[in-house]
């Protein structure tokens, strides 16, 4: 079966950097993907990682490993707005997106 | 501004009701999604479309339908309504079935008692 996995919660301080990995296993692979999506609120796409590295944008990078089935998102320099859950997802063979349950960011003071 | 617009926001029914959630992409995507999202778990597709006039089935279509006259619109409809359906719904777009990223609508808060 296809899976993905991902850390249910997460605590951080503000200002301080925060890693949030994903695990997968899927049947096949076209990406992977990062959203946010804040409490009561749509998910909004974060990054899109196809091939092997890292992938910087401002605060957050994301990282993907093809060969171990694994990525995550390093957030830098946390901002209370940073509170939210954190999607990781995987586009498979026929193109659809298998989502991970998500990881509760919490920013404390 | 351009988006996702879905109504409506929140419903309270009564099993074995009926009911059509409404999304309206004003993007011009030409592929649609319909997720439900439950505590604990992922987004799940229900439904898909990639073009006007066409649609497919998602990991959990059982309850479901949907349909797709024109580009713009993709309700989804629960034909009698059950307690295990209870979940927020998510409608998405993408300029194409296999392009990313899909935009999210605000989602509808679905509780069925």
């Known amino acids: 079966g296809q899976n993905i996995d991902q850390p249910t919660e997460m605590t951080a301080t503000e200002g301080a950097i925060v890693q949030i990995n994903c695990t997968y296993q899927t049947s096949g692979f076209n990406g992977l993907f990062w959203y946010q999506q804040h409490a009561g609120e749509a998910p909004t796409f974060l990054s899109y990682?196809?091939l092997d590295g890292l992938e910087e944008k401002g605060r957050f990078s994301s990282f993907l490993s093809r060969s171990k089935g694994y990525s995550y998102l390093l957030l830098k320099e946390l901002q209370m707005k940073d509170s939210a859950s954190y999607l990781c997802?995987?586009?498979?063979?026929?193109?659809?997106?298998?989502w991970g349950a998500g990881t509760k960011l919490i920013i404390k003071p | 501004i351009a988006g996702i617009t879905q109504a409506p926001t929140s419903q309270i029914l009564a099993a074995g009701r009926r009911m059509t959630l409404r999304c309206t992409q004003d993007?011009?995507?030409?592929?649609m999604y319909w997720y439900r999202q439950d505590l604990g778990l992922g987004l799940r597709l229900i439904h898909y479309?990639?073009?006007?006039?066409?649609?497919g089935k998602g990991e959990v279509p059982d309850g479901y339908s949907v349909s797709r006259a024109n580009t713009d619109d993709f309700p989804l409809t629960l034909a009698s309504a059950v307690p295990s359906q209870t979940s927020v719904y998510f409608c998405?777009?993408?300029?194409?079935?296999?392009?990313?990223?899909?935009?999210f609508g605000d989602g509808t808060r679905l509780s069925i008692l």
């Open positions: 998405a777009s993408s300029d194409s079935i296999g392009s990313q990223p899909q935009h």
């Open positions: 479309s990639n073009t006007a006039g066409t649609t």
């Open positions: 997802a995987v586009q498979d063979s026929n193109y659809q997106l298998i």
């Open positions: 990682n196809v």
């Open positions: 993007m011009r995507h030409n592929a």
